[in-house]
């Protein structure tokens, strides 16, 4: 056996502190567990006889790995399969990336065309690592039950019956470094999985950089081309006012000169009118004065009372055409004015338009730049996406690899020990076997309140599972599949368990009866088994040598 091992107890009291149960008690636990499980006879199959009960036991490899250490089964009866997920060619992505980083068009391309390249894994690898165990139950079990060992260690000079070793410390160590180089591996994806996100980001930033660039250089030539255009157009507008004001003095003056002499006559026309008015009103006052005093004077007045009507007929026919003419020509005038004012307005407008289009030009390729670059961003993202989910998909592959560790620091290979009680049951000329694992010992406090509260009827050894249980099923199944795998496998391997077994076979040693009759008496003691039980135990094993 190497120099570095570790030998784990059979049974550990739970509750007393992880204190080993005695030697005694373990081999009476131990016969009375194997007699429950013997076979009666029956109408339809033979009785079995306990024929050997021999302590043994299972070879697990402790081998350091990063912080803790790995368990490998040492009859390589078990393996683990661990599945590495390939990424796409990093190498060809990064490569395309550096010729195509500094153009935004064929950065864009690049983008593009990779868009689905890390959507996924290009295959998965089934990686075979031999003996090495990673069932989480197995595992945590393990590590609790090392911390139990070391708490409560077991006699050193005790003779170890160990089963012969499939798998040796170098091979232990290879199946480790193995393992490391798994692990680098998937190590190394997420680092270059890391390391392509940051090349992609970088670009990334220096295409927005490179746009902010030319978004302020795109801004400051159209601010100096605006700058010429305004001072142009501002002069040109000024040129144009100047013309239409120019314009409108040169029709007004034309208009004013037109209606100036029929202004005049309607001012002279309106004075006559007002003249022959007052004259009427006067006419009219002396009709009325004169009224009946003679008929020649009064037609004189009247007829010069009408040519006076007359006469005011005809001249306010005469102010309203010349009002007329004057309303007319004041329309003209002011069309005119209108018109020449559209003309020049029109051009003005022109003139300004020029700016806004000027300005609208370049908030067209200011925001057809914002729009390319938006894109690039997204299909960016996208990618950058997709990156991270397989980083975190490799990050959960690490984590899973880092499970398979036992919080455990030791410093080479090492052998962890596990005893369990074999038992071989012979009926007729055939052999069965059947293991009892390493238990964990409850007290006979809790074990007695569970009794009261199951209300069951007892046979031989039946109280006795409420007080020593497997510690762990998961354990008890690798192991049994060990024992299993040598006698299933090469003659030779086969032969070396069997004559192990036969070496340490309890039944015939010279201590076995003087232990089991301390031992059941003990368990009665307890209260763990009654008065029957030990009567039928020693009736069968120790004839006249138990002493109740």
Same mark, same amino acid.
Request: aromatic share 6%; with cysteine; hydrophobic share 40%.
């Given at each position: 056996?190497?120099?570095?091992?570790?030998?784990?107890?059979?049974?550990?009291?739970?509750? +007393?502190?992880? %204190?080993?149960?005695?030697?005694?008690?373990?081999?009476?636990?131990?016969?009375?567990?194997?007699?429950?499980?013997?076979?009666?006879?029956?109408?339809?199959? *033979?009785?079995?006889?306990?024929?050997?009960?021999?302590?043994?036991?299972?070879?697990?490899?402790?081998?350091?790995?990063?912080?803790?250490?790995?368990?490998?089964? $040492?009859?390589?009866?078990?393996?683990?399969?661990?599945?590495?997920?390939?990424?796409?060619?990093?190498?060809?992505?990064?490569?395309?990336?550096?010729?195509?980083?500094?153009?935004?068009?064929?950065?864009?391309?690049?983008?593009?065309? *990779?868009?689905?390249?890390?959507? $996924?894994?290009? +295959?998965?690898?089934?990686?075979?690592?031999?003996?090495?165990?990673?069932?989480?139950?197995?595992?945590?079990?393990?590590?609790?039950?090392?911390?139990?060992?070391?708490?409560?260690?077991?006699?050193?000079?005790?003779?170890?019956?160990?089963?012969?070793?499939?798998?040796?410390?170098?091979?232990?160590?290879?199946?480790?470094?193995?393992?490391? &180089?798994?692990?680098?591996?998937?190590?190394?994806?997420?680092?270059?999985?890391?390391?392509?996100?940051?090349?992609?980001?970088?670009?990334?930033?220096? *295409?927005?950089?490179?746009?902010?660039?030319?978004?302020?250089?795109?801004?400051?030539?159209?601010?100096?081309?605006?700058?010429?255009?305004?001072? /142009?157009?501002?002069?040109?507008?000024?040129?144009?006012?100047?013309?239409?004001?120019?314009? @409108?003095?040169?029709?007004?003056?034309?208009?004013?000169?037109? @209606?100036?002499?029929?202004?005049?006559?309607?001012?002279?026309?309106?004075?006559?009118?007002?003249?022959?008015?007052? /004259?009427?009103?006067?006419?009219?006052?002396?009709?009325?004065? &004169?009224?009946?005093? =003679?008929?020649?004077?009064?037609?004189?007045?009247?007829?010069?009372?009408?040519?006076?009507?007359?006469?005011? *007929?005809?001249?306010?026919?005469?102010?309203?055409?010349?009002?007329?003419?004057?309303? %007319?020509?004041?329309?003209?005038?002011?069309?005119?004015?209108?018109?020449? =004012?559209?003309?020049? /307005?029109?051009?003005?407008?022109?003139?300004?338009?020029?700016?806004?289009?000027?300005?609208?030009?370049?908030?067209? +390729?200011? /925001?057809?730049?914002?729009?390319?670059? %938006?894109?690039?961003?997204?299909?960016?993202?996208?990618?950058?996406?997709? &990156?991270?989910?397989?980083?975190?998909?490799?990050?959960?592959?690490?984590?899973?690899?880092?499970?398979?560790?036992?919080?455990?620091?030791?410093?080479?290979?090492?052998?962890?020990?596990?005893?369990?009680?074999?038992?071989?049951?012979?009926?007729?000329?055939?052999?069965?076997?059947?293991?009892?694992?390493?238990?964990?010992?409850?007290?006979?406090?809790?074990?007695?309140?569970?009794?009261? %509260?199951?209300?069951?009827?007892?046979?031989?050894?039946?109280?006795?599972?409420?007080?020593?249980?497997?510690?762990?099923?998961?354990?008890?199944?690798?192991?049994?599949?060990?024992?299993?795998?040598?006698?299933?496998?090469?003659?030779?391997?086969?032969?070396?368990?069997?004559?192990?077994?036969?070496?340490?076979?309890?039944?015939?040693?010279?201590?076995?009866?003087?232990?089991?009759?301390?031992?059941?008496?003990?368990?009665?003691?307890?209260?763990?088994?009654?008065?029957?039980?030990?009567?039928?135990?020693?009736?069968?094993?120790?004839?006249?040598?138990?002493?109740?």
């Amino acid at each position: 056996m190497p120099t570095s091992s570790l030998i784990l107890p059979f049974a550990v009291r739970v509750e +007393e502190g992880g %204190e080993v149960i005695s030697p005694d008690v373990e081999l009476a636990s131990a016969l009375l567990l194997a007699e429950a499980q013997r076979k009666r006879l029956g109408l339809l199959s *033979h009785g079995e006889n306990l024929a050997y009960l021999s302590k043994v036991y299972y070879p697990f490899w402790l081998v350091p790995w990063r912080d803790g250490c790995l368990l490998l089964d $040492g009859l390589a009866a078990a393996s683990s399969t661990i599945a590495y997920k390939k990424l796409p060619s990093l190498d060809a992505f990064i490569e395309d990336l550096e010729r195509c980083r500094l153009r935004r068009s064929l950065f864009k391309d690049f983008l593009s065309r *990779h868009l689905e390249t890390f959507t $996924g894994f290009r +295959e998965t690898i089934e990686s075979k690592f031999n003996a090495l165990l990673s069932d989480g139950k197995l595992l945590t079990s393990m590590a609790d039950y090392i911390r139990s060992a070391i708490s409560s260690p077991t006699d050193g000079s005790i003779k170890v019956a160990l089963l012969p070793l499939k798998v040796d410390s170098k091979a232990a160590v290879e199946v480790a470094n193995q393992l490391s &180089i798994f692990y680098e591996n998937v190590d190394s994806d997420i680092l270059g999985l890391e390391y392509v996100k940051k090349l992609l980001i970088e670009a990334l930033n220096f *295409h927005e950089e490179m746009l902010s660039k030319e978004l302020n250089f795109i801004r400051r030539t159209y601010g100096e081309k605006l700058s010429v255009l305004k001072s /142009q157009v501002e002069e040109r507008v000024k040129k144009i006012e100047d013309r239409w004001s120019a314009e @409108v003095s040169k029709v007004k003056k034309a208009f004013e000169k037109e @209606v100036k002499a029929k202004e005049q006559e309607l001012k002279r026309r309106e004075k006559e009118l007002q003249k022959l008015e007052s /004259q009427r009103a006067g006419l009219k006052g002396r009709l009325e004065t &004169i009224k009946g005093r =003679g008929a020649a004077a009064q037609a004189r007045l009247e007829y010069s009372i009408k040519v006076c009507d007359a006469k005011i *007929h005809e001249l306010r026919g005469k102010i309203r055409n010349l009002s007329k003419l004057l309303e %007319e020509a004041r329309r003209r005038y002011e069309a005119e004015v209108e018109m020449i =004012g559209r003309k020049y /307005q029109e051009s003005i407008d022109r003139e300004k338009a020029s700016i806004t289009q000027l300005e609208n030009e370049m908030n067209r +390729e200011v /925001q057809s730049r914002y729009a390319e670059m %938006e894109s690039i961003k997204a299909v960016a993202n996208t990618l950058i996406d997709h &990156i991270n989910g397989l980083i975190e998909e490799k990050g959960c592959e690490k984590r899973r690899i880092e499970a398979l560790t036992i919080p455990w620091n030791v410093g080479e290979a090492s052998l962890a020990c596990v005893p369990f009680y074999l038992a071989g049951y012979r009926a007729g000329g055939k052999v069965r076997l059947a293991i009892i694992p390493p238990l964990r010992a409850s007290s006979s406090t809790s074990v007695m309140k569970t009794l009261r %509260e199951k209300l069951l009827g007892f046979g031989l050894a039946s109280k006795l599972k409420f007080y020593m249980q497997p510690r762990c099923k998961t354990l008890a199944r690798a192991m049994d599949l060990g024992v299993k795998a040598i006698l299933n496998s090469d003659e030779a391997s086969s032969r070396a368990l069997k004559s192990i077994v036969s070496s340490a076979n309890l039944l015939s040693s010279r201590s076995f009866k003087q232990l089991l009759a301390n031992g059941v008496k003990k368990l009665k003691d307890a209260g763990f088994i009654g008065d029957k039980e030990a009567e039928i135990i020693s009736g069968k094993y120790l004839g006249d040598a138990y002493v109740g």
